[in-house]
């Protein structure tokens, strides 16, 4: 079997330039990583991952958490960030780990999945942890702040956070989108929004109220809706919410494409036309099989691709593990507006 020292006598290089080259570590040039990675390849090398751990104290390995559901297996979001986040901790010579939880019915606080990220910091072998969906004053955060588990968010719990994120600004997004709306003289519009349990949907909300009420407009609770952000919840809302004869909406913001997909399938039942009767906006993650141009009339977004999250949170983290420091590691990813069909004047 071929050794770290085989290999570092074969390229004429040290041990630890050629260890440090296939950990992926970013003091190591191009050119030489691929010399290592290459030459590794053909002489078949492996690492020994048992001794990695024991001269360095870590695995090589960090986690990702997810709580299991019906339909899972479906979810086009998580496959994307799944194989996403893998193919860039791969890069970095480190394992990605999936570690399905099942639902426990233990609420919408996330205080039952702390155990399990416990139980995987202090027993399970793992570095690191990739957190996604944050709460609000998320207990899985003081959880491995206080265990001292390097980690970082797909997200904030709040604004001004004390750890490492990468995340958009959904505040500004929901206040944007409203904006975008009120400008075209829309006066009752209607937020379909992921549940508020969860830290992004709270700032998209805090940004439409924001939005509404700089622009003189009420936010009747019962034009809010709130779920799982799919097509069904977007159906599901608009028939709720136009079951009303009196004080219909004339516009519909939609927290993500899957749910504008719902709401134009609602509205085509309904006998309403995009956008002559009701105006549609939507957040766009850009997941592979739902496009905005696809739609008819194409859908107004705002867009900030999933992908472009992967780098970063691969970076982060693996920084944090290495202990290079995560000060400023708190990274804004930008969002652009991308005008469709689907916005037009108020009627009437």
């Known amino acids: 079997m071929t050794t770290l020292k085989d290999l570092s006598r074969h390229l004429g ?19 030489t990583r691929l010399r290592v990675e290459k030459a590794a390849k053909k002489l078949k090398y492996m690492p020994n991952v048992s001794a990695r751990r024991l001269v360095s104290g870590r695995s090589g390995m960090v986690g990702f958490v997810e709580r299991s559901y019906p339909g899972i297996a479906r979810d086009t979001i998580l496959l994307e960030t799944v194989t996403g986040l893998s193919s860039r901790f791969s890069e970095r010579g480190m394992q990605f780990v999936l570690h399905l939880s099942p639902d426990t019915g233990g609420g919408g606080d996330g205080r039952d999945m702390v155990a399990v990220y416990e139980r995987l910091a202090i027993g ?5 942890f990739v957190l996604t969906n944050p709460r609000r004053d998320d207990p899985r955060i003081r959880s491995l702040q206080q265990l001292g588990v390097p980690f970082v968010v797909h997200g904030r719990g709040d604004l001004d956070p004390p750890y490492p994120f990468v995340d ?24 379909i929004n992921a549940d508020e349990v969860f830290a992004f949907a709270a700032f998209r909300t805090r940004g ?3 939005a509404l009420a700089a ?23 608009t028939a709720q919410i136009f079951a009303a004869r009196d004080q219909r909406p004339t516009a519909i913001i939609c927290s993500n494409i899957l749910i504008a997909k719902g709401v134009y399938t609602a509205l085509e039942a309904l006998g309403l036309s995009v956008p002559q009767d009701v105006s549609v906006v939507a957040h766009d993650d850009a997941v ?3 496009h ?29 593990i290495e202990g290079t420091g995560t000060d400023g590691l708190q990274t804004f990813l ?15």
């Open 292 to 320: 905005p141009e696809n739609f008819y009339p194409p859908l107004t977004v705002t867009r900030s691709a999933l992908s472009l999250s992967w780098d970063p949170l691969a970076e982060t983290l693996v920084r944090a």
């Open 208 to 210: 439409y109220r924001e």
């Open 168 to 191: 958009i600004d959904n505040l500004g997004l929901g206040r944007q989108l409203t904006e975008h709306l009120v400008g075209h003289g829309h006066r009752r519009i209607a937020l």
């Open 288 to 290: 592979a099989d739902v």
């Open 124 to 128: 399970g072998g793992l570095d690191g």
């Open 215 to 237: 622009a003189g407009l009420p936010a009747p609770a019962r034009l809010v809706r709130h779920g799982r952000m799919t097509d069904a919840l977007g159906m599901i809302a």
């Open 334 to 348: 930008p969002i652009e507006f991308r005008e469709g069909g689907s916005v037009g004047p108020a009627p009437g």
């Open 13 to 31: 290089l040290s041990v630890t330039q050629v260890s440090r080259a296939l950990n992926g570590h970013s003091d190591v040039s191009e050119a």
